[in-house]
């Protein structure tokens, strides 16, 4: 009896998919370049930023400040702090996806120096904000102006490249109906947010989770994966894992990782139902005007106003209107009456109720929740 051979083996392995929702011990550099390459969806990095204290500071009653003094934060000199700058920005590079963004939290003391390196690996700025502290530490010494802001920088992995995610109109929500803007007013971590142990502070730079919140939930969707090189105590997991993300941690410090485990194991997790933000209407199913007419919500020869009821047109069949001057599209009649050379036709025709006229976008909105 002839005995079959043994399946030759393929040549190529597959690549393991990376287990997310964790804290790993150890250098980023090494664990980002274990990853597949464009694994990551979103890289948020709050590196060393290289103080470059010398000497105490103290307040006028001559207390002793908590500065941030660690190991962690000192090199050699610039050049050090630019070689590591490009590393770790390399190997997150690597792993983000062709539409993925990283964001990098600095001070003045490095911040500059990380943009440049951003730039000259082909990173694509997309924005600078700035984290304006409404409680900053006094500037004791009164010798400069009071440190009173960070600086983030948003970029995309390519210029040119796929569309990143940005949750504009969730933003807009965020800040009361208004466009959000690029300064941000927003408290640093104290009270119970604040990791302490036996009474002090269990890391002198924890980010608090409002700012975070905003980060995440303006650039990534729900079950979108975020990778964070210094992870600290765990503020972006913490954050990410209460917005329905997943999420991957990494630290040198053991004592740190294990306050960060600690913290986000600690936090159930919300409802995915509950997760839903509000999408750009560019990111809504396209709802032609005719289905508003086909659905029954206007009918033929139901007259549209402007909102200033100096222009008027009916409702045809087919979805057209037809005004004194012009027939067509709810955008071409509307621009043709106004003399301009484009309109927003949902924006600009309002139908009556009563007395009072509304936006026909209010029918649309109505068609697109039927259909979600």
Known sequence: ?????????????????????????????????SLPAGSVDMVFADPPYNLQLSNELRRPNNSVVDAVDAKWDQFDDFQAYDDFTKEWLTAARR???????????????????????????????????????????????????TNAHETLIWCARDKG??????????????????????????????????LK??????????????????????????GDVILDPFFGTGTTGAVAKRLGRHWLGIDKSKKYTALARKRIDAIVPTNDADLEVTLSKRDQPRVPFGRVVEEGLL??????????R????????????????????????????????????WAFWCFE???????????????RAGLH
């Open 299 to 308: 009918a033929p020869g139901d007259m549209l106003y402007d909102h200033s």
């Open 161 to 194: 490249g796929k569309p990143h995610t940005f949750n504009h109109a969730a933003m807009k929500a965020v800040n009361g109906d208004l466009q959000m803007r690029s300064d941000w007013l927003l408290p640093v971590c104290n009270g119970n947010e604040r």
């Open 95 to 145: 792993v983000l996806s062709p539409k993925g963004t990283l964001w990098v939290i600095g001070s003045y003391h490095n911040i500059f120096r990380v943009g440049a390196t951003l730039q000259d690996l082909g990173f694509w700025i997309l924005n600078d904000v700035t984290w304006r502290k409404s409680n900053p530490m006094p500037n004791f010494r009164g010798r400069r102006f």
């Open 353 to 367: 109720v009563g007395d009072v006229l509304v936006p026909i976008d209010s029918l649309r909105d109505r068609l």
């Open 197 to 222: 142990e036996n009474g002090e502070k269990a890391h002198p730079t924890q980010k608090p989770e409002s700012l975070l919140h905003r980060v995440i939930l303006s650039s990534t969707n729900t």
């Open 310 to 345: 100096r222009h008027s047109a009916k409702v045809r069949p087919d979805g057209t209107l037809v005004s004194a001057d012009a027939s067509g599209s709810i955008h071409h009649v509307g621009a043709q009456v106004q003399g301009a050379a484009a309109c927003n036709g």
């Open 1 to 33: 009896m002839a005995t079959r051979k043994p399946a030759k083996a393929s040549s190529k392995a597959a690549t393991p998919t990376p287990k997310w929702d964790r804290v790993v011990t150890g250098n980023c550099v090494s664990v980002m370049n």
